[in-house]
């Protein structure tokens, strides 16, 4: 059997063997962007956000987690989309994407990135 993935969010399509999208709401994306075509830049950035969200939002389960850069990078990942960004204490700088949080740190010549999750204490 040969799975089919949206071209919006690389969900595997269900259903009729002509179905292109995985949704309703994926079917709009594309109308939208089709129809945006002078707003390539904005389109191209908010689909990077809604990218990194995701592969922050399935690894970051716990509310804590550690996880090698190269990962999150092979995923599609990009650091240079965030949203905000909070500095701790220690004036370590978080980078967001809406309430998913990283922090990037070198551990014994690895690349890794903390992430967490936005806690009230933030604000």
């Not at 969900?11 to 390539?40: A, L, M, N, P, W």
């Not at 850069?69 to 220690?90: C, M, R, V």
Request: charged share 35%; with cysteine.
């Amino acid at each position: 059997m040969n799975t089919k993935k949206c071209p919006i969010c690389s969900s595997v399509v269900k259903g009729r063997t002509d179905k292109i999208f995985c949704s309703t709401k994926c079917k709009s994306i594309d109308q939208y962007e089709k129809r945006q075509e002078t707003e390539v830049f904005y389109l191209r950035v908010e689909r990077q956000l809604r990218t990194n969200r995701k592969i922050l939002k399935r690894h970051n389960k716990s509310g804590f987690t550690t996880l090698r850069k190269s990962k999150l990078i092979a995923e599609g990942f990009d650091p240079k989309f965030f949203t905000h960004y909070w500095k701790n204490h220690k004036g370590e700088v978080y980078l967001f994407v809406y309430e998913y949080g990283f922090l990037k740190k070198s551990e014994k010549g690895k690349e890794k990135y903390i992430l967490v999750t936005w806690q009230d204490y933030m604000n």
